[in-house]
């Protein structure tokens, strides 16, 4: 025998698997516009990760200069 539920019940069915905050149809958006949006997203993490990577190679050689003057001077020292 199945069983009918009503509308209201259904609603708060459906509320309690996907959440309160989720999107409804009229507020989703277009497929063209979340691949723009990721695309966006791409470039802006591509470029800082090219920004992080300019910092580390900098901080190598800083590291690398550095740890070359402290043998220096530690060898001047003796």
């Given at each position: 025998?199945?069983?009918?539920?009503?509308?209201?019940?259904?609603?708060?069915?459906?509320?309690?698997?996907?959440?309160?905050?989720?999107?409804?149809?009229?507020?989703?958006?277009?497929?063209?516009?979340?691949?723009?949006?990721?695309?966006?997203?791409?470039?802006?993490?591509?470029?800082?990760i090219?920004?992080?990577?300019?910092?580390?190679?900098?901080?190598?050689?800083?590291?690398?200069?550095?740890?070359?003057?402290?043998?220096?001077?530690?060898?001047?020292?003796?």
């Amino acid at each position: 025998m199945a069983r009918k539920y009503d509308h209201e019940y259904k609603i708060q069915a459906v509320k309690l698997d996907i959440g309160e905050g989720s999107h409804t149809p009229a507020s989703a958006m277009s497929l063209s516009e979340e691949i723009t949006l990721l695309r966006k997203r791409v470039k802006e993490q591509e470029k800082e990760i090219r920004r992080l990577k300019e910092e580390n190679e900098f901080l190598e050689g800083a590291s690398a200069f550095f740890a070359a003057s402290r043998r220096k001077s530690a060898k001047t020292r003796e």
